[in-house]
């Protein structure tokens, strides 16, 4: 029986010639992640093994970008702490304030993962690196501390699901799009602990900004592991950014799908993410007359450099409406001052936007963009639960950055369409 790129990368990685959906396995892996939540309590189990190493100093990565910068006492000390741990640890990849970017930009920018990587993170967006042929997996930080204390974990081998990509996207139409539609198609439930995995012509069309946009939210589906298969530009990134060896691995003609999904991206309509799941999504012509207060653009989801020049696509030559407050996220130090060097912040803040260091901040109500009792937001990030983003009565609308642009102009839910009626 054939295997699926998961299921290969796995067997690699568990020493077996092949593995079957449902098997458990323990496997080697090449990076465990953590940020500035997650980690203090995988440091803290990692003390009670009473280990004075880890596994692999240059096999870890951690991120304070949460938080950061430190928003209050709680924050200083949480990142103090992991901080010293990993200076006693010797732990290379350790980045915070001035080299930090939000960790799931941060790491495949710094050619820290690379195709055929196996990557457990303590953090459900780990999930982003399966747009580089990587076997990644959000874990918690129990499962973190035995990562960085043997190099290994424990799965069970996911099934996967199928979703294959044809015909070319429309002028509006990005990887957030396409990724709102499938999970509003199959539900936040439809891939639980499934591996989805992409392939088809239509890969063709997206970049790798897209892709990592896509990868990052199947855990919205409930999945497993999202993967891509390895092209010319997966490569042509990878060996732009890394040093690394990489391995290659397709999935066999006789692979099991105990589902597959036929997508023709030509179809598709820019899409948001009505409150309170991802799943309740609304193409254009039905987002109605929402009136919103904020609109953010950043997070591991959207905040690369396409996502930039999306937004300052919209925002160039006009302003953002004078009731909106608009929040600008550069993911990463490199992305920032690219943006900065391209006239892009030029734009922004000529739009009347503010833009702000790297970090993950408002995405989960945690600073720098905290909602009131009330107030609406469309943002480019990935959850829009109850009280995601502050008040437990405020509404976040999940979108495109050029959704996203078009909104904050218009002061309302707004495709880019719409915006023939906003004169520049």
């Known amino acids: 029986m054939g295997m699926t790129m998961t ?5 690699r990685h568990c020493g077996q ?9 323990m496997a080697d892996v090449d990076m465990v992640l953590g940020n500035d939540i997650t980690t203090p309590v995988a440091v803290k189990e990692f003390n009670k093994f009473g280990l004075t190493k880890v596994f692999d100093k240059n096999k870890i990565s951690i991120v304070p970008d949460h938080f950061c910068p430190n928003k209050d006492i709680e924050s200083a000390e949480q990142v103090k ?6 200076k006693d640890m010797g732990i290379v990849n350790f980045f915070e304030v001035g080299q930090m970017g939000i960790e799931h930009a941060l790491l495949p920018e710094k050619g820290l993962v690379v195709a055929g990587d196996v990557v457990v993170g303590a953090d459900s967006h780990t999930c982003t690196y399966g747009a580089l042929g990587a076997f990644s997996t959000g874990v918690g930080s129990t499962d973190m501390a035995c990562g960085m204390a043997i190099g290994k974990a424990w799965f069970k081998v996911p099934e996967a699901i199928k979703f294959e990509l044809v015909g070319k996207p429309g002028k509006w139409v990005s990887g957030k799009d396409i990724i709102l539609h499938i999970i509003g198609m199959i539900g936040v439930d439809g891939a639980l602990y499934k591996s989805m995995e992409f392939t088809g012509p239509g890969l063709l069309e997206l970049s790798m900004d897209d892709r990592f946009t896509i990868a990052n939210m199947v855990i919205e589906a409930g999945a497993k592991n999202g993967i891509f298969p390895v092209d010319e530009k997966t490569i042509k990134y990878i060996e732009e950014h890394s040093d690394r060896k990489y391995e290659v691995f397709a999935a066999d003609d006789d692979a099991q799908y105990p589902e597959t999904y036929v997508i023709n991206l030509a179809d598709l309509k820019p899409t948001v993410s009505f409150p309170h799941l ?13 009136k919103i ?21 919209i925002f160039k030559g006009r302003k953002v409406h004078p009731d909106i407050r608009c929040i600008i996220i550069p993911a990463t130090q490199k992305i920032w001052r690219q943006a900065m060097n391209e006239g892009l912040f030029d734009i922004f803040i000529e739009a009347g936007a503010a833009v702000s260091t790297p970090t993950c901040g408002p995405c989960l109500g945690g600073h720098m963009g905290i909602l009131a009792k009330g107030e609406r937001a469309v943002a480019t990030t990935n959850r829009n639960f109850v009280g995601r983003m502050g008040h437990p009565e405020s509404e976040v609308y999940l979108a495109s950055p050029h959704v996203a642009a078009a909104s904050a102009v218009t002061g309302k839910i707004s495709a880019p369409n719409d915006l023939q009626e906003v004169a520049k």
């Open 81 to 86: 702490f992991i901080r010293e741990f990993s």
């Open 7 to 11: 299921q290969k990368i796995l067997a």
């Open 293 to 313: 207060d904020q609109v953010v653009i950043g997070s591991c989801t959207n905040g690369r450099m396409q996502d930039m020049r999306d937004a300052a696509e």
């Open 278 to 290: 991802p799943d309740n999504t609304r193409v254009e012509g039905e987002f109605g007359d929402i």
């Open 17 to 25: 010639e092949s593995v079957e959906s449902g098997q458990l396995i």
